[in-house]
C-alpha cells in the first residue's frame, strides 16, 4: 500500500463505522480483561455466551476468587483452552487483589506480568478501557495488514510496529478494531469479499478490476 493510500484507506473505514467497539461484552475493565484473556483461540461469541452467566456471579477479582477454581472451570467449559484459562484467570485475580488493590493496573509491564495476559490482550485493554492508540495484533489484523500491504510483517511484533509507524494518529485509536472488524466480516482468510470491499481500491491484493 503506498503511503498516500493510508489515509483514504481508514477515512474509508472511520466513514463506513465511526465508533467501532469491540464484540466482546464486559461492563468493567476487569469484565473486559477476563473476556479477552479467555478470548485466546476463541470466538467473541462463545465468550459471550459463557461470560453472560459467569459475570454476573463474578463480576470483580474477589468475587471470582471467592467462586473458585472447580466452577469456574465448569462455567467456561464451552471454550476452548478452558481448564487452563481458568487457572490463569484465578491466578490472575489474586495478584490483581495483592499487587493491584483489585485493580486492572494501566501499564502493559504489570498488566503482561499477569497469568495467561499477553501483549495482545496487554493492548486491548490499554486500548479499549484506557484509550490508548495500541494495536492488538490478532489473526484478522495481521491477515489485513499483510493483505493489504498496509504493514507487512513476518509476526504479529512486526505487523504492530508497522501499524504504528504508518497509521496516522487521528485514526490509531480506532484503527486495530476496524481492522479487526473488517478481517472478520470482509477480508476473510479463505474467501475474501473483494468486490464487497469499501477499502479494495487501495489494496495490494485486490484483482485489478477493483483498484484505482
Known sequence: MKPEDIEPFFAMLQRANPHPVSELEYTSVFELLAAVLLSAQA?????NKATR??????GTPRR???LGL????DAIRSIG??????????ETCRLLIERHGGEVPRSREALQALPGVGRKTANVVLNVAFGEPTMAVDTHVFRVANRTGLA???????????????V???YRVDAHHWLILHGRYVCKARAPLC??????RWCDSAPPALRH
Open 64 to 66: 471470582m476468587l471467592a
Open 81 to 90: 483452552l478452558y481448564r487452563n484459562k481458568a487457572k490463569n484467570l484465578i
Open 168 to 170: 496516522p494518529d487521528r
Open 152 to 166: 507487512p510483517g513476518r509476526n504479529e511484533l512486526e505487523v504492530e510496529k508497522g501499524l504504528l509507524e504508518r
Open 43 to 47: 470466538t467473541d461469541a462463545g465468550v
Open 195 to 200: 468486490t464487497q470491499c469499501a477499502v479494495a
Open 53 to 58: 452467566r459467569l459475570f454476573p456471579r463474578a
Open 70 to 73: 472447580p466452577a469456574l472451570t
